[in-house]
């Protein structure tokens, strides 16, 4: 049974949302980031609803041994600036990842095999950071021909301007 205004043939693209914030500016943006989180549970709800794919797409921080779930608990530390933000985000048993180790989604992945095998055509993308992950991500998407959506309230980025920006570039 199709759900209301989810692509039938779509996946939600979680991208660097498990975070631990440790970065100049971090701590100031995580909490800032509560309408974002609040649309990207959201957007994720409706996908779970529907029993469409859940895929993470996260940066590996250079740890060339790590593992998502080791990943999710270092983030959610107390002590971590994304702690809060990687406890109501976190995966669920049924949501698939991916670990990058650069800008792209796509780039030395096997996220294109993901989307390919589960019939993946239309792309939803939400997380951090819109001028830069995301981006690069989308790009990558619309160069293998999904449809992307970018849905303006479940991304954010250090700079908001910065965020408007490249929304109106990827429009």
Not at 38 to 67: H, K, M, T
Not at 100 to 122: A, D, I, N, W, Y
């Amino acid at each position: 049974m199709p759900h209301r205004n989810i692509p039938s043939d779509s996946a939600l693209l979680i991208v660097d949302i498990i975070n631990d914030f440790a970065f100049p500016g971090g701590e100031q943006l995580a909490q800032q980031m509560g309408p974002v989180l609040d649309a990207i549970e959201a957007l994720r709800a409706r996908y779970d609803a529907a029993q469409r794919p859940v895929i993470y797409v996260n940066d590996n921080f250079g740890r060339w041994r790590s593992d998502f779930q080791t990943l999710v608990s270092v983030c959610s530390e107390p002590e971590r600036p994304g702690a809060a933000i990687a406890e109501l985000l976190k995966p669920t048993p049924r949501d698939f990842f991916v670990l990058k180790p650069h800008l792209s989604g796509f780039r030395e992945t096997p996220l294109h095999m993901l989307l390919q095998s589960g019939g993946v055509r239309t792309v939803i993308l939400a997380g951090f950071a819109a001028d830069n992950c995301v981006l690069f991500t989308a790009a990558d998407a619309h160069m293998m021909d999904y449809r992307v959506v970018v849905p303006s309230d479940c991304v954010a980025s250090e700079q908001d301007k910065e965020r408007r920006h490249v929304l109106a570039k990827m429009r």
